[in-house]
């Protein structure tokens, strides 16, 4: 499990088969869009407000917008168009949330609210958010930001903000929500179970995990519905939280998918007869009955009030809004009466399960203490510059070498002391190294400090490093 935990007790799913009985009661229903030739989808329904996504202005089955139409007003009007997909709305109120593809190819969250026509980005992560729900202040999505499909939200409040709901291990999809409490399909326990989530305690718990999968949750007050196959096909199941006791409502052979709930009244579509069609069961009234004309293949409903809308197939395949408004009877049945088939397994017993609620520990925050590091100002200390003394060298005093004193060349010498000689013969040249050829002398000693003789001999050589000439 990656966040939360479930601290909750199973709601057991325990089933009360309730008795249904037929009543008699009239419906009238209109296309929203009568003269449409395109594909309308996923249509959602709250108060005077119905929404859908539309083909109208792109290629078939590319590039649907969002519509709405105001049951008061009587008119049609665009919520949001762009050449992008934007598709899957819901609404609540004045307020119509999407998924919008139009910053990238994947999905993001946009709210239209219709009462000050203005549109704001909800959530713009750049991984996939799809599927959104609004409840008063309170937005819910599927979100793939940690590689899965986990459950996130938003609070449109003031103070409000993003918030996770669940990023349990597997895949949680499809949420619904109303007031404070969020419901979902959820497979971490390899099968699709449904499971919910208290905003005030910040709760997660679970809702249904009986055999089988449960699927598409829809949620009304305290009453959740699902569609379920724990009994080999699809019927459709439900729970009162109000009670903690679960319901199981059609037990058909045939499937009953898609359910929709408000109130005591829950809506699905039903595929035991001919065409496909929507079916209504009133709870408070213990009553069922098809809504839709027979005559006609309807799918996807959704119900507010004495309205349900739902997908009416027209010939060529194309889909519309097809609008159902419930004239009640003082018996509080609508529709064409029906008799419920009761479920051919036998009837379970119904254990009340006691309901601990659970305690949710609130995750302490410490917040880590950040020492502000002493910054200790640099003492800046101006240099002096002394201005150097330039002291002007005193020249050499150069005392002239005294001009070499030539003496014959008589043998023995005696050089005197602080004198140069130089010894050579007549016409001879003087260089850095000279050699004389003096016959019959010879040098006793190489440096003329102090007297020097010498006798006689061939030649002597000698160094003058600093005479020069």
């Known amino acids: 499990m990656k966040m939360n935990t479930i601290q909750a007790l199973v709601l057991l799913c325990a089933l009360c088969w309730i008795p249904l009985t037929a009543g008699a009661a009239s419906t009238t229903e209109t296309l929203i869009s009568p003269g449409v030739d395109w594909y309308q989808s996923n249509p959602a329904i709250s108060g005077d407000h119905v929404v859908w996504q539309d083909f109208r202005n792109g290629l078939w089955l590319n590039n649907p917008d969002i519509y709405q139409y105001n049951l008061n007003q009587k008119q049609e009007s665009p919520v949001s168009r762009d050449p992008a997909f934007l598709e899957y709305p ?29 549109e704001t980005i909800v959530s713009a992560s750049e991984f996939d958010q799809t599927n959104p729900a609004i409840a008063g202040d309170i937005v819910v999505w599927q979100d793939s930001r940690n590689g899965g499909a986990d459950i996130y939200g938003f609070d449109l409040a003031p103070d409000g903000g993003p918030f996770s709901v669940c990023t349990a291990d597997g895949d949680q999809q499809y949420p619904a929500i109303s007031g404070n409490i969020v419901v979902w399909q959820d497979d971490r326990n390899g099968n699709w179970d449904i499971y919910g989530f208290d905003i005030r305690t910040k709760t997660v718990f679970p809702i249904c995990t009986a055999g089988g999968d449960q699927q598409y949750p829809a949620i009304s007050g305290n009453t959740i519905v699902w569609q379920d196959n724990r009994n080999g096909n699809w019927d459709i199941y439900g729970i009162d939280l109000a009670t903690r006791t679960g319901f199981q409502v059609t037990g058909e052979q045939a499937d009953q998918v898609l359910p929709a709930v408000d109130g005591t009244r829950i ?39 004495n309205y349900v809308v739902s997908e009416l197939e027209r010939s060529g395949g194309a889909r519309v809004v097809n609008l159902i408004a419930l004239q009640s009877t003082a018996s509080a049945v609508v529709g064409t009466p029906v008799t419920m088939v009761t479920p ?37 200390v101006q240099p002096v510059y002394v201005q150097p003394i330039f002291i002007q060298p005193a020249s050499p005093q150069v005392t002239p070498t005294p001009a070499p004193t030539v003496a014959a060349a008589v043998s023995p010498f005696t050089f005197g002391q602080g004198k140069q000689y130089v010894l050579g013969t007549t016409g001879g040249s003087i260089f850095s190294r000279q050699t004389s050829i003096v016959p019959g002398a010879t040098i006793s000693s190489s440096w003329n400090s102090g007297s020097t003789g010498f006798t006689g001999t061939p030649s002597f050589t000698r160094w003058y490093p600093t005479w020069g000439r």
């Open 90 to 118: 819901a609404v609540d109120g004045d307020r119509v949330v999407w998924e919008d593809q139009r910053r990238s190819q994947f999905g993001n969250i946009r709210l239209y609210d219709q009462k000050t026509g203005v």
């Open 267 to 305: 809506v699905w579509e039903d595929h035991r007869d001919t065409l496909p069609g929507i079916y209504l069961y009133d709870r408070a009234a213990g009553t069922a009955s098809r809504i839709s004309s027979a005559t006609t293949a309807q799918y996807d409903p959704a119900i507010s009030g």
């Open 344 to 380: 051919t397994t036998s009837t379970p017993t119904v254990v009340q399960p006691a309901f601990v609620q659970p305690v949710y520990v609130q995750p302490t925050f410490i917040q880590p203490a950040i020492v502000q590091p002493t910054f200790v100002q640099p003492v800046y």
